[in-house]
C-alpha cells in the first residue's frame, strides 16, 4: 500500500512540475538550458501556449528529461506499455517520439523481398508436437473447466498463461511467453501509422464437430496455444481457400486480389518493416507458407515458433495490394453479422466473381 501511495505521488509530482512549465513560460531550449517566455495572461492564453508547446519537436532538454523519468520508472518497477510512456501533450510511446520509424504505404505495386533464411527446430511427430506445445505453452481450451478435450497419449492438458496486449488500441489475450515480443512489434505498428482494424489471437478448435472434442495445439494450429495472432483479415486473406467468399470478413476485395488470390499468390497490406519486426522477434509469417510447399499463403497470420515446431526461412518476393486497389471497396465492422454487411450494391456487382 506504501509503494503505491509513493509511486502514485511521484507520477503526480512529476504531472503537476510538466503543467508548471507552462505556466510559469519555461520552455526547453535545444541548447540544453531553460528559455523564459512571457507568462500567460489570461486562462485562454494560458491554454493557448499550452497546446503550442506541446505542437514543438521535442527539445534536447526535453529529451534528458524524458531520458530521467525512463530511469524512474524502472525503478519504480513499472513494466510493459506504462514504463515506455513520456509526455508530450499527452502520453506517448518514448519511441514514437525519438526514434520514428520511417515505414511509407507503397501506391504501386512494388516487388518486395523477405532475406531471411534459415530453419529452426525439429521436426516431430503430431502426438509429439501436442505434448511439447501442451507442456512448454498451456493448451487454452483448457482455461474453461467445461470444456471437453480430445485424449493425447502422454498428455496432461496445461492452462494457457494470458497476459493483455495492446495493438492499435485493441487489446487482447495472448500467451504470456509472446507478450513482451509482440508488444515491441506493436510499438513498430504504432509508430508505422499502419491501421489495426482487428486482431486476434486465442481460439479453441474442433477439426471434428461431431465429436464435440476440443483439440490441442499442434505447429500447423497454434491459436489453441494463443501463440499465433490474426491481423486485419479483410485485407489480408488465406488463399485460394477463401479467394471466392462474397466477402472477405465484410469487406467486398477487388477483382484484381480475388484473381492473385484464386491463384495461391500473397495477398497483403502489411508493410515489409512490419512482417520483419515480427520475424525479428520470434515469429513465422503465414505469408511463407507459399513458400514452403504449401501454396496457401495466409498472410494474416503470425505465428510464435518457440521450441516444438519446424520452420524454414526462406528468401520471398511479393508485392503489397496498394491502397488504391480496395479503396473504393466498402468496409464494414467486424464481428457483427459479418456475413450480412450492408454493401452498396453498385460496388457488389462489380466485384463479384
Not at 497454434?222 to 479483410?234: E, K, V
Request: glycine share 8%.
Amino acid at each position: 500500500m506504501i509503494n503505491k501511495t509513493i509511486t502514485g505521488f511521484l507520477i503526480f509530482l512529476f504531472v503537476v512540475t510538466l503543467s508548471m512549465v507552462d505556466v510559469f513560460g519555461v520552455v526547453p531550449s535545444s541548447g540544453g538550458t531553460a528559455t523564459i517566455i512571457p507568462t500567460a495572461t489570461s486562462p485562454s492564453a494560458t491554454t493557448n501556449t499550452f497546446s503550442a508547446l506541446w505542437q514543438q519537436p521535442p527539445s534536447q532538454r526535453s529529451k534528458e528529461i524524458d531520458d530521467v523519468w525512463q530511469q524512474i520508472q524502472g525503478k519504480l518497477g513499472l513494466q510493459g506499455d506504462s514504463a515506455t510512456k513520456v509526455w508530450h501533450g499527452k502520453w506517448k510511446g518514448y519511441d514514437i517520439i525519438y526514434s520514428p520509424a520511417s515505414i511509407v504505404t507503397p501506391t504501386s505495386r512494388d516487388q518486395l523481398t523477405l532475406t531471411k533464411t534459415g530453419t529452426i527446430g525439429t521436426t516431430k511427430s503430431n502426438d509429439e508436437q501436442k505434448k511439447c506445445l501442451n507442456d512448454k505453452y498451456g493448451w487454452y481450451a483448457v482455461n474453461n473447466p467445461n470444456n471437453q478435450l480430445e485424449l493425447v497419449p502422454g498428455v496432461t492438458p496445461q492452462k494457457v498463461e494470458l497476459e493483455s496486449v495492446n495493438v492499435g488500441r485493441i487489446t487482447h489475450e495472448v500467451n504470456k511467453v509472446i507478450a513482451e515480443p509482440l508488444r515491441k512489434v506493436a510499438l513498430i505498428i504504432q509508430q508505422s501509422g499502419y491501421k489495426v482494424h482487428h486482431w486476434h489471437s486465442c481460439r479453441e478448435e474442433d477439426d471434428s464437430p461431431r465429436d464435440n472434442l476440443f483439440d490441442a495445439p499442434r505447429c500447423g494450429s497454434l491459436h489453441p496455444a494463443c501463440l499465433a495472432i490474426d491481423i486485419n483479415p479483410m485485407e489480408n486473406q488465406k488463399c485460394p481457400a477463401y479467394a471466392d467468399d462474397s466477402n472477405w470478413w465484410g469487406r467486398v476485395p477487388s477483382q484484381e486480389e480475388r484473381d492473385r488470390c484464386r491463384k495461391g499468390e500473397i495477398v497483403t497490406d502489411i508493410p515489409q518493416q512490419i512482417i520483419q519486426a515480427f520475424e525479428e522477434n520470434g515469429f513465422y509469417w503465414g505469408g511463407r507458407f507459399t513458400s514452403s510447399g504449401k501454396g496457401t499463403p495466409d498472410s494474416m497470420h503470425f505465428e510464435y515458433v518457440g521450441d516444438c515446431c519446424k520452420r524454414t526461412y526462406k528468401q520471398l518476393t511479393y508485392s503489397l495490394t496498394p491502397e488504391s486497389s480496395y479503396v473504393s471497396n466498402p468496409k464494414c465492422l467486424y464481428g457483427i453479422n459479418q456475413n450480412k454487411c450492408e454493401l452498396p450494391q453498385q460496388a457488389v456487382a462489380q466485384n463479384q466473381p
